[in-house]
Antibody, heavy 123, light 108 residues
Framework: QVQLQQWGTGLLKPSETVSLTCAVY????????WTWIRQPPGKGLEWIGD???????YYNPSLKSRLTISVDTSKNQFSLRLTSATAADTALYFC?????????????????WGQGTLVTVSS | EIVMTQSPATLSVSPGGRATLSCRAS???????LAWYQQRPGQAPRLLIY???ARAPGIPGRFSGSGSGTDFTLTIGSLQSEDFAVYYC?????????FGQGTKVEIK
């Protein structure tokens, strides 16, 4: 059974770095992309970015200058770092499974999600 | 970037009634990689529909998706109490991926 388990710092001050990690259990790490999505309190979902096992990444243009998504294939984990955090980065952050679907219909993209980690940026 | 626009923002439906939700893309999706999600308070989104019209495993038959190109629809027939939630569409045809802003289905 595929599971995504995520963790990271829940409370940080403005200008600090959001740092989260997601571990993948029971899935072929190299067959998928791995993604971060967030949801500010009371608002909608925002795609943050995707990475594959080689470290090929796609980022939300609005976050690209502050964002790094990396992988550790030895541990089947991927991580998010978002620098210079502000109150606008306060959100519930989810990791999820994804895929390159540019040439075919995908049934297993964005289908499995982690439990979510609440990140609060406050002075 | 493909902008996804959902309508209406809120939909009031009686239990047992039918709900029709719309999602429009600013550019045509060359492949219908369009998903619908249900999100209840405090929970992660749950995949309902992928490929615009295919139900995800375990999703009841009252949920159906249709559409292609730029216009997509999620229909919920005979709404049950657990269906009152927020629904999002997501295009994963191209990067950057983009979500609609959501439709809240509430009890009338």
């Amino acid at each position: 059974q595929v599971q995504l388990q995520q963790w990271g710092t829940g409370l940080l001050k403005p200008s600090e770095t959001v740092s989260l990690t997601c571990a993948v259990y029971g899935a072929s790490f190299s067959q998928y992309y791995w993604t971060w999505i967030r949801q500010p309190p009371g608002k909608g979902l925002e795609w943050i970015g995707d990475t594959d096992f080689r470290g090929r990444t796609y980022y939300n243009p609005s976050l690209k200058s502050r964002l790094t998504i990396s992988v550790d294939t030895s541990k089947n984990q991927f991580s998010l770092r978002l620098t210079s955090a502000t109150a606008a980065d306060t959100a519930l952050y989810f990791c999820a499974r994804s895929k390159d679907c540019s040439s075919t219909i995908c049934s297993d993209a964005y289908d499995l999600w982690g439990q979510g980690t609440l990140v609060t940026v406050s002075s | 970037e493909i902008v996804m626009t959902q309508s209406p923002a809120t939909l009031s439906v009686s239990p047992g009634g039918r709900a029709t939700l719309s999602c429009r893309a600013s550019q045509s999706l060359s492949i219908n990689n369009l998903a619908w999600y249900q999100q209840r308070p405090g929970q992660a989104p749950r995949l309902l529909i992928y490929g615009a019209s295919a139900r995800a495993p375990g999703i009841p038959g009252r949920f159906s998706g249709s559409g292609s190109g730029t216009d997509f629809t999620l229909t919920i027939g005979s709404l049950q109490s657990e269906d009152f939630a927020v629904y999002y569409c997501l295009q994963y045809n191209s990067w950057p991926r983009t979500f609609g802003q959501g439709t809240k289905v509430e009890i009338k």
